[in-house]
């Protein structure tokens, strides 16, 4: 029987609008938001192609229950999941494809008491 795996993924982008999403090919999910194909999509609009956190899952099941976890919570509780793994939000998928944008430090908007 061949192992799967399956990732819950956060993107973001320079001012830190965030998504969150579901995949079993991380790389290739990642470069199609790096991409933009869709310009009426959400991460297309408003750029966000950065990798800043992921899990990975041996079930689907355990990874569609933390998608919704991690969907359900507010914007705080994700930034703080991001910043406890990633605390600089570089992109963990650079190298993996396009090249995105330089971060800029001076556009980051962490909530009080990050």
Do not use: C
Not at 6 to 20: D, E, G, Q, S
Not at 76 to 103: H, Q, Y
């Amino acid at each position: 029987m061949t192992e799967h795996s399956y990732y819950v993924y956060i993107l973001a982008n320079t001012f830190h609008h965030l998504y969150a999403g579901i995949t079993n090919d991380l790389q290739g999910r990642v470069f199609q938001h790096k991409s933009a194909l869709d310009p009426k999509a959400f991460t297309t609009r408003y750029k966000i192609n950065r990798l800043v956190y992921f899990e990975r899952f041996q079930y689907v099941r355990s990874a569609i229950a933390r998608e919704k976890q991690i969907k359900s919570w507010n914007r705080v509780k994700k930034i703080a999941l991001i910043v406890a793994e990633n605390p600089t939000w570089k992109d963990l998928s650079e190298g993996w494809g396009e090249a995105t944008e330089p971060f800029d430090e001076g556009k980051m908007r962490l909530p009080e008491g990050f």
